[in-house]
């Protein structure tokens, strides 16, 4: 059966960046990061979540960090330069990416903003990010993903 196609999977289709797909049932309520990695079979130290911060200024970043890991506020402030960031409330996730919680795609969100990788990412060569719904993931190259978000690799987990 044929997934239907996310805005993230059109970015980098049209793009022509190779990716997998992977996916998983969410009817339990468990996409947690490593429940999920667990039901896809993976290594949580390669699948990656999509957090997404709004500093003091209101200006919104993103970053892309492990699933057993947390974001270290203070060192995400510090890379943005603002005075603190904080996650985006549940609810306001989708009007700014276009993503639900649970299923935010790091790639092809309504506006881009800056965006960061943790440093662990540049020690392997694949890691596995939401799709862009829940349900769905898709994997590929860190390089890759680091192209298509501009994104910056930095050390912001604690």
């Known amino acids: 059966m044929a997934t239907e196609k996310t805005n993230a999977m059109r970015?980098?289709?049209?793009?022509?960046?190779?990716?997998?797909?992977?996916?998983?049932?969410?009817?339990?309520?468990?996409?947690?990061?490593?429940?999920?990695?667990?039901?896809?079979?993976?290594?949580p130290q390669l699948v990656y979540k999509t957090l997404v911060t709004q500093g003091k200024s209101g200006n919104v970043y993103v970053f892309v960090i492990p699933v057993e890991s947390?974001?270290?506020?203070?060192?995400?402030?510090?890379?943005?330069?603002?005075?603190?960031?904080?996650?985006?409330s549940p609810k306001d996730i989708q009007k700014l990416t276009g993503y639900v919680r649970g299923g935010c795609s790091p790639i092809g969100m309504i506006k881009h903003y800056p965006t960061f990788i943790?440093?662990?990412?540049?020690?392997?060569?694949?890691?596995?990010?939401?799709?862009?719904?829940?349900?769905?993931?898709?994997?590929?190259?860190?390089?890759?993903?680091?192209?298509?978000?501009e994104a910056t690799f930095h050390e912001v987990v604690k």
């Open 70 to 88: 947390e974001l270290d506020l203070k060192k995400a402030a510090k890379i943005t330069g603002e005075k603190n960031v904080a996650l985006v």
């Open 11 to 43: 970015v980098l289709d049209k793009k022509m960046i190779p990716y997998n797909v992977f996916t998983y049932d969410s009817q339990d309520g468990r996409i947690d990061g490593i429940s999920v990695a667990q039901k896809i079979g993976k290594d």
């Open 118 to 149: 943790d440093s662990s990412a540049s020690q392997v060569d694949h890691i596995i990010v939401s799709g862009g719904k829940i349900g769905l993931l898709i994997e590929l190259s860190v390089e890759d993903l680091q192209s298509i978000t």
